[in-house]
């Protein structure tokens, strides 16, 4: 475990609801990211941080945003959630010295009715 | 954007039997990574691929980043039971940063029949 957690683990709201998904880690690691995971396409990057108040957006950042205020708390925002915003959200981190090897969460799973 | 192919989709295999699965992409990666998921838990990484042609195994596991650095190959000998699970390849683009930006692909769902 790369000491990683989510939360919630699993959340139902209706469409135009402002969501928040919090990820916190204890491994002091300056890179993370949000992924979003969907039947047939794999996991797909939403944004990312390379250190405090430093992110950058991913392929599929529209409807979403993102905010890092300390080293071990990154927050994925949903603004107004839409029904295409159903999917598993994974939190990863990683280590500059060994930046491509991403840890994962163990995921939030959102149900947008 | 950049885009990875997987396959097959899914596979359904007898304990014992070798597996083997592939990524292929139409641009090129400079890294070639493999993950594997359990249910209910996130992407683990099994192998890292870093330069073309390299062949790394890890266990059971034996991966290949292909000389065009277009494709990759996992393989998985004598599946046991506990390798079911969905197995993603993931990879960075050439020119890309340093950060974790992977590409991945849409996964190969294993099943192993005891």
């Known amino acids: 475990d790369a000491g990683i957690t989510q939360s919630p683990r699993h959340k139902v709201t209706e469409t135009g609801t402002p969501v928040t998904l919090r990820c916190h880690q204890t491994?002091?690691?300056?890179?993370m990211y949000w992924y979003r995971q969907d039947p047939g396409h794999g996991l797909r990057l939403i944004h990312y941080s390379y250190g405090v108040k430093d992110t950058d957006k991913g392929e599929v950042s529209d409807g979403y945003s993102v905010s890092r205020s300390k080293t071990e708390d990154f927050l994925l925002t949903l603004e107004s959630a839409t029904s295409s915003q159903t999917s598993v959200y994974f939190c990863?981190?990683?280590?500059?010295?060994?930046?491509?090897?991403?840890?994962f969460g163990n995921g939030t799973r959102l149900t947008v009715t | 954007g950049q885009q990875l192919n997987q396959s097959p989709q899914s596979m359904f295999i007898q304990e014992g039997e070798d597996v083997s699965m592939n990524c292929t992409s139409s641009s090129i990666f400079n890294t070639w990574l493999w993950y594997k998921q359990d249910p209910g838990e996130g992407p683990v990484l099994l192998i890292a691929l870093y330069k073309a042609g390299e062949l790394t195994s890890n266990g059971r596991l034996t991966a290949q980043f292909g000389i065009t650095r277009k494709d990759s190959f996992l393989n998985i000998s004598a599946s046991i039971p506990s390798d079911v699970g969905i197995y993603f390849c993931a990879g960075r683009g050439a020119g890309g940063t340093s950060y974790g930006k992977l590409t991945f692909g849409q996964g190969t769902i294993l099943t192993v029949h005891p």
């Open positions: 491994e002091n690691h300056r890179y």
């Open positions: 990863a981190i990683s280590a500059p010295r060994d930046p491509l090897s991403l840890h």
